[in-house]
């Protein structure tokens, strides 16, 4: 059949219902069936595509005409069936649309009880008492249907896995030389002194060039056995990180400048300010490093003279951008950042030449380490003679500056892509060209595609057109992954993952048996790296924080046993609304039969005066092991509270007005949740409920999708109610509109997405990550209606560690409670009784300032020019024993002198000794011989005179 036939049928078949067979409603039926039928053979008939994708349509449409059709199957045609009325139940009556106030759900009757509740109770001055625990269980039960399966995210984890070992773990093409690589470099030492082909000292690009670095190149190999030539080398990099960090620090001012003033030009003052602290800067350097400079030979001379040209180069630029007769006086920034780009090639260029020296390649990098910066110096030589051809055919910073800019951003960068990734432009304009006429066939076969009339005829519904699977070739398991989730290839990964598993039943194991594996051992493991951590490092730490290491069932019984059921948290309270007041005390209570611990910290927070209240005492113990010089004694603090109050330059909303905004926030954020997440508690078997005297109960889910819903509600009130206090009270942010502007932007942003989009994104978190949170709230009430305790679980469940850990919170806020409770009499001395305050923020200040002296007297001590006083004391030990050997001398040769004149000799040499050491200060002249003539002179005060 060919495809106008199809198309005619259909239309005839459709048209040729008459008026009679759309009355019966079975015929009508299997028309339409019919008219489906010839429609999926018209499909079959001319495509060769999805044949898969076409049944489960074809499947999804008829069950859904068939759904249609049950109703009226078996009605005789004769007989006519009367419309049952639609006002049978009234759409006002169904309480679960909520649609009539007065008759609402239960689960809405329950929402706005439990929300008229929690408005009195945060308005009404309460106090409270919690107590938290917490207890650990497994993640699955050991009877459970899922006992031995895997999550989703150890599914991922093991499938890529997996496809790492079944295609190559790709660490050859990281970028970075292999251990292989790393272990057979270019040349050993070794070998490069035993080689008697080589005698000069030549860089890798001059001895492949089989040239010198300039005539009269002499410097013989051997100078590789030099100390002196490796330090000076050392230096010279010192000296020209130096001048690039003056270099660099004159761009960043030049880009704050232009940042400003884009159409500033090169004689403003204020640039020529910044370029005389950047001479002042060279200059110093270069002084510092006059020695160094002097000393160079060989290749280093040429690294000095690289950075003066690559500083001059960037100089001549940036006149030439900013010159007063550019052709375009607003400066495009990227145009002007490709000049600094430039010059920090050339600066690295300079250093990169160094590396290609023997002493430093010796023994370390292979040859296609070398190869790779030699093909980035010539990417980088490229790039400057383009500037200079630029220049010489007039097309200058000043009149072509995206000439200039382009050599940059698009061949250089192109050209250094290729260099680091050791890409051939030949090879891979061949592969562009091949990709190319394979295209242009791929298009040309396309039109061939379509069937014939016999092939559709050959086809029925259920044939499929056999098409030769294409399997492609990949270079690692990390590309195959890339390239299934690029792709959204489930197919192939669901592939990789059957194979995997019929593999594990079957018990072939690959390098590693993955199932016998920890996850936190695949995670940490260098064949899973996760970018960012570095491997086996970076996952130890996150073994540390989210406890990785799976727990036995044994293990968590004794984590609850030892752990988790001795130790309680306590908190009491007291909440004064009409103060914006909230006064507590927290105490961490840990109580076995061989360990007792209670640590306790009572605070205060005044909202509406921006102040936090603490025990001094309770702080203590740990700044005595901070800081124990600036610890006050217990007399000094016995009886007294510190109070802190918030910087006024951190308070530029009052903290009372945000605190009531955020309460209010959140109510209005609970108000918009849907109801059904509100049900009422059966309170018969609630030991709890029994335990407080309640009447009623009340609980509210939030997983994940509700939290982030709440959550985002929360933000968006709390955004427009700030928004509204400002307008509302312009004199106090007259000086604030970068405040301002932070909460329009914060409006425009609450534009952008939904609350619910805040749930839904959480929910696709919790789906793949190995941590997921269930919070379930309770509220009891006594007949009255009053909020009188509430509890809270908290359940964070962990694949990874194969536990499910449990936070329960139970509070009390009944007065009865309060006061038998062995922390409110604490509260009530410490806070309700006039006790003397200490001004917190002051006693900081002077702890910073005695501080900041301390690091002033530091950083001085660090630029003191200190002597070295090993040849200093050395130098004056020569002196003395040459003066030794003269007297010694002297003596031997006037042996036959009479021995009165000797002794008077002797005697008149211990006064000029004595003289000397006695006199207010001695100077030392060293020696004027070359090894000593930088030696600078150095005066000994007398108190360290022998």
């Not at 066939?441 to 699977?469: P, Q």
């Not at 109960?697 to 709390?718: D, N, P």
């Not at 006790?835 to 002077?846: E, F, T, Y």
Request: charged share 25%.
């Amino acid at each position: 059949m060919s495809l106008n036939k199809v198309k005619k049928n259909k239309v005839k078949n459709w048209l040729g219902l008459s008026k009679h067979q759309l009355s019966k409603p079975h015929q009508t039926a299997n028309s339409h069936i019919s008219i489906t039928h010839v429609t999926t053979n018209s499909h079959t008939s001319i495509t060769k595509k999805s044949p898969k994708l076409l049944v489960i349509s074809i499947i999804s449409t008829n069950l859904a005409m068939l759904a249609g059709c049950q109703s009226t199957t078996g009605v005789n045609s004769s007989q006519t069936t009367p419309i049952v009325s639609a006002n049978a139940t009234n759409v006002e009556d169904i309480q679960l649309f909520n649609i009539d106030k007065n008759q609402s759900s239960s689960a809405q009757r329950a929402k706005d009880f439990l929300l008229s509740a929690i408005n009195e109770h945060l308005n009404s001055e309460h106090t409270s008492v919690t107590q938290l625990r917490y207890h650990a269980s497994p993640y699955v039960g050991v009877d459970d249907i899922e006992t031995n399966d895997d999550s989703l995210f150890k599914t991922f984890l093991k499938v890529r896995e997996f496809q790492r070992q079944k295609y190559g773990d790709g660490d050859a093409d990281d970028g970075y030389e292999t251990d292989t690589e790393e272990r057979t470099p270019y040349r050993s030492e070794e070998d490069y002194l035993a080689d008697d082909s080589i005698d000069t000292y030549l860089r890798y690009d001059d001895e492949v060039a089989g040239t010198l670095p300039y005539e009269g190149y002499d410097v013989s190999k051997e100078i590789i056995l030099t100390d002196d030539y490796q330090d000076n080398s050392d230096n010279i990099y010192y000296y020209t990180s130096s001048y690039d960090d003056c270099l660099t620090s004159y761009s960043i001012d030049l880009d704050e400048l232009l940042e400003v003033e884009p159409n500033i030009d090169i004689n403003d003052k204020r640039i020529t300010k910044l370029k005389t602290t950047y001479d002042e800067c060279t200059s110093t350097v270069n002084k510092k490093y006059k020695k160094t400079i002097d000393a160079a030979i060989g290749y280093q001379t040429q690294y000095i003279d690289g950075q003066h040209n690559c500083s001059a180069t960037f100089h001549q630029q940036i006149n030439s951008l900013l010159s007063p007769q550019r052709s375009n006086q607003s400066i495009n920034y990227d145009e002007y950042d490709s000049i600094y780009q430039t010059y920090a090639v050339c600066y690295h260029n300079n250093h990169l030449k160094a590396d290609l020296e023997p002493i430093y390649y010796l023994d370390y990098s292979s040859k296609e380490s070398l190869d790779i910066k030699l093909a980035q110096l010539q990417c980088a030589e490229q790039l400057f003679d383009g500037h200079q051809n630029l220049d010489a055919a007039g097309q200058t910073f000043a009149t072509k500056p995206a000439a200039h800019a382009s050599l940059y951003y698009n061949k250089y960068n192109d050209c250094d892509y290729r260099a680091q990734n050791n890409l051939n432009s030949d090879a891979d304009d061949a592969l562009d060209t091949e990709l190319e006429t394979e295209t242009i066939e791929a298009a040309e076969a396309e039109n061939e595609d379509i069937l014939t009339d016999d092939e559709a005829e050959a086809i029925n519904v259920e044939g499929e057109y056999e098409v030769d699977e294409y399997e492609p070739e990949y270079a690692s398991g990390d590309e195959k992954f890339e390239h299934d989730l690029a792709n959204l290839d489930f197919q192939s990964f669901l592939a990789d993952y059957r194979e995997m598993k019929a593999q594990e039943a079957a018990g072939v194991a690959g390098d590693s048996n993955i199932e016998d594996e920890n996850l936190a051992d695949i995670l940490a493991s260098s064949r899973f790296p996760i970018g960012g951590l570095g491997g086996i490092k970076g996952m130890s730490a996150l073994n540390m924080l989210f406890g990785l290491n799976q727990n036995t069932p044994q293990q968590i019984d004794a984590k609850n046993y030892y752990a988790y059921h001795p130790l309680v948290i306590h908190a009491v309270s007291r909440y004064q609304p009409n103060q914006q007041m909230l006064t507590s005390v927290y105490s961490y209570d840990f109580d076995t039969p061989t360990l007792k611990l209670s640590l306790q910290m009572p605070v205060e927070f005044n909202f509406k005066q921006a102040k936090v209240t603490l025990d001094p005492a309770a702080m203590m113990p740990v700044m005595a092991m901070m800081s124990p010089e600036n610890t006050p004694t217990p007399d000094e603090i016995t009886g007294k509270v510190v109070t802190f109050e918030l910087p006024e330059e951190m308070s530029k909303i009052p903290v009372g007005v945000f605190q009531q905004s955020f309460l209010k926030a959140i109510q209005q954020g609970l108000d918009t949740l849907n109801p059904e997440y509100f049900t009422d508690i059966d309170l018969q078997n609630d030991t709890f409920a029994q335990q407080v005297g309640a009447t009623r109960g009340i609980k509210l889910y939030l997983g994940s999708k509700q939290s982030g819903e709440l959550l985002g509600k929360i933000l968006k009130h709390l955004s427009y109610d700030l928004k509204n206090y400002i307008d509302k009270h312009p004199n106090e942010f007259a000086n604030h509109s970068e405040l301002k502007q932070k909460i329009d932007n914060w409006l425009v942003y609450n534009q952008g997405f939904q609350a619910k989009d805040v749930g839904s994104m959480l929910q696709v978190i919790e789906a793949v990550a190995p941590i997921s949170f269930d919070q379930f709230n309770y509220f009891y009430f006594d007949a009255s209606g009053h909020l009188i305790a509430k509890q809270n679980k908290t359940d964070v469940s962990s694949y990874l560690s194969q536990t499910n850990n449990s936070i329960v919170s139970q509070t009390r806020f009944d007065k009865a409670a309060f006061n038998a409770s062995p922390y409110a009499k604490q509260l009530n001395e410490l806070f309700f009784d006039n006790r003397q305050s200490i001004n917190g923020n002051k006693w900081k200040k002077s702890l910073d300032a005695k501080q900041a002296l301390k690091d002033e007297g530091r950083y001085a001590r660090y630029s003191y020019d200190l002597p070295n006083f090993e040849d200093k004391y050395a130098q004056l030990y020569d002196d003395y024993a040459n003066y030794d050997d003269d007297y010694d001398d002297n003596e031997d040769i006037d042996k036959d002198a009479n021995s009165n004149d000797t002794e008077q000799s002797n005697t008149q040499a211990i006064a000029v000794s004595t003289d000397t050491i006695d006199i207010e200060e001695t100077t030392v002249i060293t020696p004027s011989d070359e090894s000593s003539e930088n030696i600078d002179e150095y005066t000994i005060p007398k108190e360290q005179q022998y």
